[in-house]
């Protein structure tokens, strides 16, 4: 358990037992500044230090309304320790409504960490949300939902580490986050992590640092809304942050490996699938039509598996996406990690 004092990150500061939000500074366009919105929560009991994001890609928005509510609703007179959040880190993305990239350098934030200063905005903020943000904590959310086009089903990861007291703790936030899939990511496996997120290089960093996803396809339905604040309540009470006790989801699923199945034709697609679906090896996930109406593929699944992200486009080239599916085990019995979590 960390002891707490003044938390201060660039020119905001909070004392113990206070609450601000204001401004980082990152940079600066032709017509005014790049900065990154924060929330401080500086409790007025001790505890952990856990750092909270959205809006990485800030088109997801159940993620970013999520952390929202959590700031608006989180008191310090009601928090052990601190919260360290940060709404929304694209506000460009933002107020462009554009999906996956940056309006100012075209690149996605979660695909260039750790960034460097010498590099373009977006590198620059890669770096500054990584050193002088993610790492003032010990524990950390990175709260996604599918991307515009993208309809997803909820899950959380983490990126293993090969450091057992780490990975105990980031395995078991991710199964606290979600209410039944769960991704550990290995160098080397069917699952690899995904190099240049945010979420792992903060792992490398030596912070717990897990992915959390909700929602997708730029909808903010109220449903893709409550994943996230259930699953974040549920790691703030396992981590003694606020008051009450911490439910361990049953009959979770660990994913082993996921695949692609992809359009050969380009038409017209019927899809025949929902998402989150168990589907078996041969089953018709879509068929296409040609112009004229005519059906030109009929597209099966080559695996058994289950449904996790639909890409939403109804009009198809070959080679295109259609859907992803991960193939999943039933979980162990939860780790028993309750001295890594309240350790230091």
Known sequence: MGVQGTVRIGDLVAEKGEKTKGFLQIGETATGPIQLPLVIINGQRDGPVLCLTAGVHATEYPSIDALMRLTHELTPQALCGTVIAVPIVNLHMFASRLGFVSPIDGLNLNKIAPGGRSGSISEILAEVLLNDVICRAEYHIDMHAGDVGEILYAFGGYPMTGNNDRDRRGEALARLYTPRLVALYRDGSKLPPAAGSIVLEATRRGVVSILAESGGNGTLEEADVQVHLAGVRNIMRYLKMIDGDPEVPGKQLIATERYVTRAARAGLIRLKIAIG????????????????????????????GITGLIWSHKAVNSGDPIV????????????ETDRFIRSS
């Open 277 to 304: 679906e168990e589907v078996e090896q041969g089953q018709e996930a879509a068929e296409i039509c040609d112009v004229w109406g005519e059906t030109v593929e009929r597209l099966k699944f080559a695996r058994p």
């Open 324 to 335: 992803r599916c991960w193939i999943a085990e039933p979980a162990p019995p939860f780790p």
